[in-house]
């Protein structure tokens, strides 16, 4: 590599093979669509899982020209927001019309050219995601100047009923209908046995919500859990939330027109967009991934390789490894153990060295590009007691009120997120998936916290005023 490479950001969810579907040529080649940069990248996986991203120096700072340059040019953004749901709808079209055939059914070559196929339609949607994330941390700069702290939360608030939102429209609707039939009331095993087709029904329209990359869907035990868990708030408070969900597209656009009013700026509206299109393409990642994970799983059972193993391979490697029947496990055993990294470009894809990938690593644990200062992704005081959440485990065993306290937060967190009082987080920024997901269930958060997950510890009593970014342990 001749380029000077900056540390963007670092996260803990992505492997090599998964981050084809984000950094590979033909995604910066469609990212070009949305922003005619062409981006050069440099990511690599150490040997704890973390998953670190270098961008070109001077792609940076031609990008933050770019934005200064588009930020009265609204229709530009309007017209990714179209394109965007254009795109969406049609590459689940497609995805579904792939995935319909059963993978015990076919030939090497045809099982990974369908899995191969169906990944390069994800490459479709991903480039959004990235748009999102690069674009909004140099708006978001923009922002603080024009609006206090207090109001960016509110006035970012995107106005659209997300999938989220949609599929907790639909939970809450399911639990006041069984409440309506139950008047003596219900436990969560009567509920499995006599709603066995309702609790199906959910986790057939929305079980791919949680599975992003290889998560689990979410079944009829989750749908379970969870209607058991509404019923406990009462009818009276289901009713309110069911009405609130349907007038949440009005009444959040009165709330962004309050929030802006007197600011002469487009970039709240832009921030709004690049916020939904973002999240709402992980959503399609993770149905595509979804509809993936019987293919994923009959190539681990051919290869004989776990899907740890699997994730280490690039998308060629993987490709020949099943044409010639064999896995190198040996290789995919050494990554795991050391690490492993890739450069692409809009028409390049190639493995690191070992000396440009020790080179990077020594640039990880400092300032990111992406690192944001501490910011109220949404107003509001809380108290509560911390659970610090680093996998599902803590995400079962979180508890109603308490505070989550997370680096950031993803999809298969959604349940904790639920019952949370509050929100920190150590990283995001304002269209992550912690600040998005803290504006629709309208509870206060603060991102950005530095260390949070080492200054607060487990069961500490804390109030939170998220709008004036202060938090108070208390004794």
């Not at 008047?183 to 309702?198: D, F, L, M, P, V």
């Not at 391979?313 to 990554?335: I, P, V």
Request: charged share 30%.
């Amino acid at each position: 590599m001749q380029q000077n490479f900056n540390l963007f950001a670092s996260w803990n969810s992505c492997l090599l093979l998964d981050e084809y579907l984000w950094g590979s040529a033909k995604t910066n080649q469609n990212l070009l669509k949305l922003c005619p940069i062409e981006r050069k990248m440099a990511y690599l996986v150490d040997n704890k899982k973390r998953q670190h991203l270098f961008l070109e120096e001077n792609y940076w700072k031609t990008l933050e020209k770019w934005c200064s340059d588009n930020e009265n040019n609204i229709e530009l953004f309007r017209r990714v927001f179209n394109r965007f749901n254009e795109k969406a709808d049609l590459v689940k079209r497609k995805v579904d019309k792939l995935t319909r055939v059963k993978p015990h059914g076919l030939s090497d070559e045809e099982l990974v050219n369908l899995v191969i196929k169906t990944r390069d339609e994800i490459k479709e949607i991903t480039p959004f995601d990235q748009f999102g994330m690069m674009t909004s941390a140099i708006f978001l700069e923009k922002l603080t100047k024009v609006l206090n702290s207090d109001k960016i939360g509110v006035a970012t608030m995107p106005p659209w009923l997300s999938t989220t939102l949609k599929e907790e429209l639909d939970m809450v609707t399911t639990t006041l209908q069984i409440m309506e039939k139950e008047n003596h009331g219900i436990n969560a095993e009567e509920i499995s046995k006599k709603y066995s087709k309702e609790l199906s029904t959910l986790a057939e329209k929305h079980g791919f919500i949680p599975v992003f990359l290889f998560n689990p869907p979410w079944d009829e035990n989750h749908y379970t859990e969870e209607i058991s868990s509404e019923i406990k708030k009462g009818r009276e408070k289901i009713t309110a939330r069911i009405n609130e969900l349907k007038n949440f597209e009005e009444n959040t656009r009165k709330e962004n027109e309050a929030a802006t009013q007197g600011v002469e700026s487009h970039v709240p509206e832009i921030i709004r967009i690049l916020s939904f299109t973002r999240n709402e393409a992980e959503l399609v990642l993770s149905y595509c991934q979804y509809k993936l994970q019987p293919f994923y799983k009959e190539i681990c059972k051919r290869l004989r390789i776990s899907t740890n193993q699997l994730r280490h391979y690039t998308e060629n490697e993987l490709k020949s490894a099943l044409l010639q029947g064999k896995a190198d496990e040996e290789m995919l055993n050494r990554r795991i153990a050391e690490g492993v990294g890739n450069y692409t470009d809009a028409k390049t894809e190639r493995l690191l060295t070992k000396e440009e990938f020790d080179q990077l690593l020594k640039l990880t644990g400092g300032e990111t590009k992406a690192a944001v200062k501490m910011l109220c992704a949404f107003p509001g005081k809380a108290s509560g007691k911390v659970r610090i959440v680093k996998d599902n485990d803590d995400v079962k065993n979180f508890k109603d009120g308490e505070v989550l306290v997370s680096l950031w937060t993803c999809i298969d967190y959604l349940p904790a997120m639920k019952k949370a009082s509050a929100f920190i987080t150590e990283g995001g920024g304002i269209t992550s998936h912690a600040a998005v997901i803290a504006r629709e269930f309208k509870v206060p958060c603060i991102i950005g916290y530095k260390n949070a997950t080492k200054v607060f510890k487990n069961g500490e009593e804390i109030e939170i005023d998220a709008g004036n970014l202060k938090i108070e342990k208390k004794n």
